[in-house]
């Protein structure tokens, strides 16, 4: 069984990426609630269960931070941006890939589906105005808490990828590089 889990299962205290077996912390009910499932598999399935935590999500399909930018881009001269919440931007390809790999390994435990690297929501935001041949001067950074009406949210849920490469698998590739080449497939139906 694979269960899918979240970055929000941290406090984003850590300054350094949060290694699989890292002590949890939720700060939200969103995280409470995906710890629980966490726990509860691995008690049901403690030889069997397996739990990928993911983060930042981008496809074609659906509402997501790439996609909304692209949006942006297109209808405000200027656009503010979140510049103190460090993660990993994951392509739901990628991680289908992941999870496709894991599960033929026959690999069980805790897992950290997210792309390598890290980055700010507003350097995502300068990224993607690049690749549309924008100006990312554009981008605005501002604090979290100057965003209205948002969750408490943990500010640094870098995950660490040592479980992958202790079962023989490589990590998610680059964000970067992830988006980078999937872009053409996100914003064909978004002009």
């Known amino acids: 069984m694979v269960h899918l889990s979240t970055d929000y299962v941290f406090d984003g205290t850590s300054c350094q990426p949060y290694a699989e ?51 942006l881009e297109q209808m405000r001269k200027t656009v503010d941006v979140v510049d103190d919440q460090w993660g990993q931007p994951t392509w739901t390809v990628d991680l289908a890939q992941q999870i496709v790999a894991l599960v033929r390994q026959g690999a069980s435990g805790v897992f950290h589906g997210t792309s390598s690297g890290e980055t700010t929501w507003y350097d995502i935001a300068r990224m993607v105005f690049r690749l549309l041949g924008a100006d990312p001067g554009r981008i605005r950074p501002v604090r979290s808490d100057q965003v209205a009406g948002g969750e408490l949210r943990p500010r640094y849920t870098v995950l660490g990828h040592a479980a992958w490469r202790e ?10 590089t992830a988006l980078t080449q999937s872009f053409p497939l996100l914003v064909d139906g978004e002009s």
């Not at 496809?59 to 997501?64: A, E, I, K, M, P």
């Open 167 to 176: 079962v023989g698998l490589t990590p998610i590739r680059h964000w970067a």
């Open 21 to 71: 077996s890292a002590a949890t912390s939720p700060i939200n009910a969103y995280g409470r609630t995906k710890l629980a499932g966490e726990q509860a598999v691995l008690e049901l399935l403690p030889d069997d269960g397996t739990i990928v935590r993911t983060a930042w999500l981008y496809g074609r399909h659906g509402t997501n931070f790439i996609r909304k930018m692209v949006r």
